[in-house]
């Protein structure tokens, strides 16, 4: 039984006590109910102000059995409250110093600012893909959800310096904000560059008009969720066999079919190869889709006699499995 359990299970039963009592008093001296309910209180109290009323032998030889029995046990329910609210205090430090410590070993982790509906389904994507990552939120009703999912978080303000540098905004890999007011997503943006210049920053906007405003606060990319629905049901009756294919390789986790990017480190074997003499295509069975080449230019469909260069990212299709012996590949341990 959890301390929750003997918590009410006490109450309960110092209800059921004071019940029995009254009773007792309005069974054997005929008292009222309010006389016989004052004189169980003070009674499993011990505060002796005295009998209400002259009582019975009988009524003393009740007395007695309900303060041997009634004492001890307000007792061990002032116990079980103490240590209720005592333990969940402690286990609440305890904790949040374990989650202090986890937060302070991350590097090149993600900051999610916002845990609503979109931030929530945001850290599920990151989970699915075992990146780490830290939720910012001020809500404290929301605690019990980021509890369940498992997520290191902080409680606190996202706009506010303090919460940000719990979050390790100095040694961040890249910042969402998914706040609900673009106002609050604006400020963010210049708060999080001013912390950290060199950080992507990606930031939500629920109106267009607040899309360059983001850009010209630094954020790198601006995602606007009512433009990218507009334009996913328009691609569903344009394009439906392309949307069925990106929802296999980015949403469906039933599909062994993924879409994924993998940077080309100095230390891997297929720096300076072509992507005909890598053999990716027959080794892996991946479709390179693109490259993004180190100057940031993306060239689509590269042709075999492309040359792998460190610092490159590769744009590659295929079995999850495969992409992950790839990854190995280029970004060797």
Request: glycine residues 8%; charged residues 20%.
């Amino acid at each position: 039984m959890n301390r929750t359990a003997h918590l009410i299970t006490a109450i309960v039963s110092t209800i059921g006590l004071i019940a029995l009592g009254t009773l007792g008093y309005m069974l054997i001296e005929h008292w009222s109910v309010i006389d016989s309910l004052y004189m169980t209180v003070i009674t499993l109290a011990a505060v002796g102000y005295g009998e209400v009323h002259d009582i019975s032998q009988t009524g003393r030889i009740f007395t007695i059995v309900l303060i041997f029995f009634g004492v001890s046990f307000v007792l061990y329910v002032f116990g079980n409250i103490v240590q209720f609210l005592v333990e969940g205090q402690i286990r609440l430090i305890l904790g949040r110093r374990k989650l202090d410590r986890q937060i302070n070993r991350l590097k090149n982790h993600y900051i999610i600012c916002g845990y609503g509906r979109m931030g929530r389904s945001l850290c599920k994507s990151l989970i699915q893909k075992q990146q780490d990552f830290i939720v910012i939120e001020q809500n404290t009703d929301r605690i019990p959800a980021m509890e369940e999912d498992g997520i290191l978080f902080v409680i606190g303000s996202a706009t506010e310096e303090t919460s940000l540098l719990k979050a390790g905004i100095k040694n961040a890999g890249a910042l969402m904000t998914v706040l609900g007011s673009d106002a609050d997503n604006v400020f963010l943006v210049l708060l999080t560059k001013g912390l950290n210049p060199n950080l992507c920053v990606i930031a939500r906007a629920s109106q267009n008009s607040t899309k360059n405003i983001l850009y010209t606060a630094g954020a790198n990319v601006v995602v606007s969720p009512y433009e990218v629905g507009a334009r996913r049901m328009a691609h569903a009756i344009l394009r439906p066999g392309v949307i069925r294919f990106l929802e296999m390789a980015f949403a469906d986790e039933n599909t062994d079919i993924h879409l994924e990017q993998t940077k080309v480190e100095k230390s891997s074997n297929l720096v300076g190869v072509t992507l005909k003499d890598s053999e990716i295509r027959k080794n892996l069975n991946l479709i390179v889709l693109a490259m993004i080449r180190g100057d940031d230019s993306m060239q689509f469909n590269p042709s075999a006699e492309t040359i792998i260069k460190a610092g490159d990212t590769i744009i590659a299709v295929g079995e999850n499995k495969s992409l992950k012996k790839l990854e190995k590949i280029l970004n060797p341990a």
